[in-house]
């Protein structure tokens, strides 16, 4: 592993790396902040429009995901538009199969390598946008780079950076979960948007992942359980070995999956998977995700893997470690949230979604509400 992603993937890195981007935002926002707010955007602010470039240059899994769904709401009732959409090196695979023109990409090394950054600014000058929109008010890289694609006209939220477009929509007050921007977007401008991230799997995908999971065993799995996490959303590794031994107590088949920041816990969970349960090898994102749409449920902490199993309709429970993850957690019908929970209540919540009598163990919890997890 090169030595900038080691540094990179460190926890003390990260979590000073997230100050100072915290403390350089909030100057460069006191700093922006005295330009005057654009106007409110209507379904009006699509007439004439013939090219769009959305704009969210995220590295995180999950934020790709979650704004993409705003280019199903664009494809569907706007399906003569040409769609654009500016993402990362490390999320652009996610966008395959989508109703995209062009998925520019916007890369880590072009911090050093500048003329590169500057490659892909001429690009997007080159499309000639109409309309030029921030899915997310939180990227001031994102903000930059939708200035420099130089479109006819700009759309953003009503926040912090209002000046700084022609057009704003709003956030209704009390809309907190991350799944509803991308609806209000599309509601502002007039198109149906259902509330939660989209992905796409092709057949082959599929027919791929399941001819690999028949590589590790002939007998299908009860469950999925990924390991990962992002810093305080993280979970220790002692919860997943003990979660491994409750699952095997309980006679559930699972699979195991591990992102490449927790490579290193590997060989404990291979080693503690038991009877019943089997560690994925590494796979390449897309081949991830597909290998999801084959499982019936997936438990999982906040993370990216969360919002993929959320948008290819695989029922989740999210063992979420902070409260400020419940304004990302799944809320469909089949989802369980549930907070700060014992590996052993993570099971006995299964007894309500596995088809087997379910067995009463000591110390259950019962599964969190929506209304108490605050995501009603």
């Known amino acids: 592993m090169f030595l900038l992603t080691r540094l990179r993937r460190h926890t003390a890195m990260r979590q000073l790396g997230k100050r100072l981007e915290k403390r350089a935002k909030a100057w460069l926002y006191r700093w922006l902040a005295g330009s005057a707010a654009g ?58 199969g989508m109703p995209v023109t062009h998925c520019h990409a916007l890369g880590r090394d072009m911090l050093v390598r500048p003329w590169k950054l500057v490659a892909l600014w001429r690009t997007l000058r080159r499309r000639r946008y109409d309309l030029a929109i921030q899915v997310a008010d939180t990227s001031l890289t ?34 907190t979960h991350v799944y509803d921007v991308a609806a209000v977007i599309a509601g502002t401008l007039g198109l149906d948007c259902e509330a939660r991230p989209w992905m796409t799997v092709s057949d082959a995908e599929q027919t791929r992942a399941r001819a690999g999971l028949q590589q590790l065993t002939d007998k299908p799995f009860d469950i999925g359980v990924f390991v990962g996490g992002h810093l305080n959303k993280r979970l220790p590794l002692a919860f997943w070995l003990t979660l491994c031994d409750a699952l095997n107590d309980r006679g559930l088949r699972f699979l195991l999956l591990i992102g ?41 902490p906040d993370t990216g893997p969360m919002h993929m199993a959320v948008a290819l309709g695989v029922p989740v429970t999210a063992v979420l470690n902070t409260s400020i993850s419940r304004k990302f957690a799944p809320r469909g019908q089949a989802d369980q949230v549930l907070l700060s929970p014992s590996p052993a209540e993570v099971v006995a919540s299964l007894d309500c979604t596995m088809p087997y009598p379910p067995v009463s163990l000591p110390g259950a919890l019962t599964p969190m509400p929506l209304e108490a997890a605050g995501l009603s």
């Open 39 to 96: 106007t409110a955007a209507t379904p009006a602010t699509l007439e004439g429009v013939q090219r769009v470039l959305l704009v969210r240059p995220n590295f995180r899994i999950g934020n790709a995901l979650i704004s993409a769904r705003l280019i199903h709401a664009l494809a569907e009732g706007r399906p003569e538009l040409e769609i654009d959409y500016l993402a990362t090196d490390t999320t652009v695979s996610l966008f395959a």
């Open 142 to 175: 994102g903000r930059l780079c939708l200035k420099a694609a130089g479109a006819r006209r700009t759309l953003g939220a009503a926040s912090r950076l209002a000046g700084l477009y022609d057009q704003v929509y709003r956030v209704p007050p009390g809309q």
């Open 260 to 300: 490449p920041e927790e490579a290193a816990m590997r060989p404990d969970l291979e080693a503690r998977n038991g009877h019943h349960g089997c560690v994925a090898p590494a796979m390449a994102l897309r081949d991830f995700a597909a290998t999801l749409t084959q499982l019936p449920r997936l438990i999982t």
